[in-house]
């Protein structure tokens, strides 16, 4: 069974830092696609970013610039770091595997729990 474990989230003030952290536990041989959404109340979930096993990346506009997505594939985990952070940017963030392959199955994608950021004076 594999589990994806956030961390790092918080309060910070507008223009304050955080960086992110998800693990994937268990006996892992890849995961294709790292991902990290978040969801504000009241609105949809939202990708705002992703990393390929390759190191490719892509962002939302909303965050292009200020968020800096990495990962060590050695240690099957993602992280975000979130630079310049807005009040808008207040949200909890989930973490997801896609294509996930271990030594006792496959999964097309698991989701962590999620981690609350929330930006305010």
């Known amino acids: 069974q594999v589990q994806l474990v956030e961390s790092g989230g918080g309060l910070v003030q507008p223009g304050g830092s955080l960086r992110l952290s998800c693990a994937a536990s268990g006996i892992i041989l890849s995961i294709n696609t790292m991902d990290w959404y978040r969801q504000a109340p009241g609105k949809e979930r939202e990708l705002v970013a992703g990393?390929?096993?390759?190191?490719?990346?892509n962002y939302a506009d909303s965050v292009k610039g200020r968020f800096t997505i990495s990962r060590d594939n050695a240690k099957n985990t993602v992280y975000l770091q979130m630079n310049s952070l807005k009040p808008e940017d207040t949200a909890v963030y989930y973490c997801r595997g896609h294509l996930i392959v271990t030594l006792t199955g496959r999964y097309l994608e698991v989701w962590g729990q999620g981690t609350l950021v929330t930006v305010s004076s």
């Open positions: 990393i390929t096993t390759g190191f490719t990346t």
